[in-house]
């Protein structure tokens, strides 16, 4: 064969493998989608007209290119007539993997979805109950609901890669320049700012608010909501071990416990959920960590205590070495009726076949009894009030990201031994620069994820500035805004927080 054929042959070949493995690499860059519509809404006993904003901002590599593209929806009042004096919050969810559907659509939406108030009944099927939020904080801030890359309508686009984004600090960095940039083409760099988290969401506001301190940037927040906060994960990792764990979750226990009758009868809650601060500080620490060295008196006494406070059978206390794991408290708890108790909220129940698993084996029945309403919910308003038309699916929680998530809190290259993820540091230096920002932390008492003593734990130490904190109670679980007291309770709140 001629020897110029072959190398034509060969360029050729060469070319079309470089151009495959670079439409392999590259993913397109269409032009960025935006959605404006006006609307109205009662809010703090005034009427006020908003702009809602749903669109796409693309964030940019070095270079200039585009990378990643973020799914904001922006409610922004009109006719004001000093931006600078209308503060601005920006709100997303955890996960990590989950888009702003729960804040959005269950609190501080324009109208949100109601589900079953007390945990009594599935939401069931289509259609659900869209109403107007009554307690909308429209009156005091412009809301942004933020939607990080590989949830909602937010993905890599270009050369971008998700390993940029899928991580602690990555992710933190990401919705940080979001931020600046959102801020910088609406022009509030004067405006008050605050951040909502709820759950990994508190993680990311507290790496948020550090990331924006850099950069060369700086940008100082005005305050912190963290609704079921995650800041410190010893005490929301129920595992084998970790001690911490163990005393953290008890007082959560406890008033699950109470709620479904089990234990603290004739008790209120509040003086029920004391008793079991004060033991677990004063006796249970010393027990678990005494082990073995306990006498056979101790570790009965012990097993009697823990199972007037969990409603668990003193043997079975007995049998788990006084250490009963949250899945197992699940399962175990309302075993004389066949149901396995939620763990995003222990008043939810799920009717399930196999009463002997090591915990539900159907799932979280305090999220598969909600998460239909609100995917439904978020899709029919995008669609029927915003005006949204997008050509792929709102992905409300993205299984893909957790396996793949990066903990490491350092940079690759970085000496790093994995541990138990801790912002709390980086919260508590934030804030001691910036004296200024205040923080408020929501807890459910049935919260088995986030137990709420798990956030008294995390704010007395850290060398976090207390006087700057305040703490609040709710009677539900992690998401407390689907019980409608606490919903209620949680916008007034957050309503005196930003009116301090």
Not at 103 to 113: D, K, Q, T
Not at 269 to 289: D, M
Request: overall charge negative; hydrophobic content about 35%.
């Amino acid at each position: 064969m001629n020897h110029k054929l072959l190398i034509t042959i060969f360029l050729l070949v060469a070319m079309a493998t470089q151009a495959q493995e670079k439409s392999t690499d590259s993913l397109p860059v269409p032009e960025p989608k935006s959605f404006v519509t006006s609307h109205q809404i009662r809010s703090g006993g005034r009427v006020v007209n908003y702009s809602a904003t749903a669109s796409e901002t693309y964030l940019k590599d070095a270079a200039g290119k585009a990378v990643a593209s973020i799914w904001s929806v922006a409610y922004v009042e009109k006719g004001v007539s000093d931006a600078s004096k209308r503060p601005v919050t920006f709100i997303f969810n955890g996960g990590p993997g989950s888009a702003s559907v729960w804040l959005h659509m269950g609190m501080f939406g324009p109208e949100r979805i109601k589900v079953p108030s007390d945990a009594d009944a599935d939401d069931g099927a289509a259609p659900y109950n869209l109403v107007p939020n009554d307690h909308s904080l429209l009156d005091l801030t412009d809301l942004v609901f933020v939607d990080p890359v590989g949830t909602g309508y937010s993905r890599v686009v270009g050369e971008g890669k998700v390993k940029d984004y899928w991580g602690l600090t990555e992710d933190a960095r990401s919705i940080a320049t979001f931020i600046r940039q959102w801020v910088t083409e609406n022009n509030r760099w004067f405006s008050p700012k605050y951040i909502a988290g709820e759950s990994f969401g508190t993680t990311r506001a507290a790496g948020v608010a550090n990331a924006l301190e850099g950069g060369g940037q700086n940008m100082a927040l005005n305050g912190l909501i963290l609704i079921s906060q995650a800041l410190d994960y010893a005490g929301s990792t129920s595992v084998h071990d970790n001690i911490t764990s163990y005393l953290t979750y008890l007082p959560s226990m406890s008033a699950t416990a109470w709620y479904h009758k089990k234990a603290g009868q004739g008790k209120t809650l509040e003086s029920f959920v004391a008793e079991a601060r004060e033991f677990t500080y004063n006796s249970y620490a010393p027990i678990l960590y005494k082990g073995v060295l306990l006498s056979d008196p101790e570790r009965n006494e012990a097993a009697e205590k823990l199972s007037y406070f969990t409603g668990l059978d003193k043997d079975y206390i007995l049998k788990s070495d006084l250490r009963v794991l949250v899945p197992r408290f699940q399962k175990k708890l309302l075993e004389d009726q066949g149901l396995a108790v939620g763990r995003l909220d222990g008043r939810f129940m799920g009717d399930e076949a196999d009463q002997f698993s090591d915990g539900p084996h159907l799932g979280d029945p305090a999220s598969y009894q909600i998460s239909s309403a609100y995917t439904a919910g978020l899709n029919h308003y995008f669609a029927s009030r915003l005006n949204v038309d997008m050509d792929r699916p709102y992905i409300t929680s993205n299984g893909e990201i957790y396996p793949k998530w990066n903990w490491r809190p350092v940079p690759e290259g970085s000496y790093w031994e994995p541990s138990a993820v801790n912002v709390t540091r980086q919260l508590s230096e934030t804030m001691r620069r910036n004296p200024e920002m205040k923080v408020l932390v929501a807890s459910g008492y049935y919260d088995l994820i986030c137990p709420f003593f798990d956030a008294e734990y995390t704010f007395s130490r850290n060398g976090i500035p207390y006087e700057n904190i305040t703490m609040t109670y709710y009677e539900a679980g992690h998401m407390m805004y689907t019980h409608e007291p606490d919903f209620t309770k949680l916008a007034s709140d957050i309503r005196e927080f930003l009116t301090r």
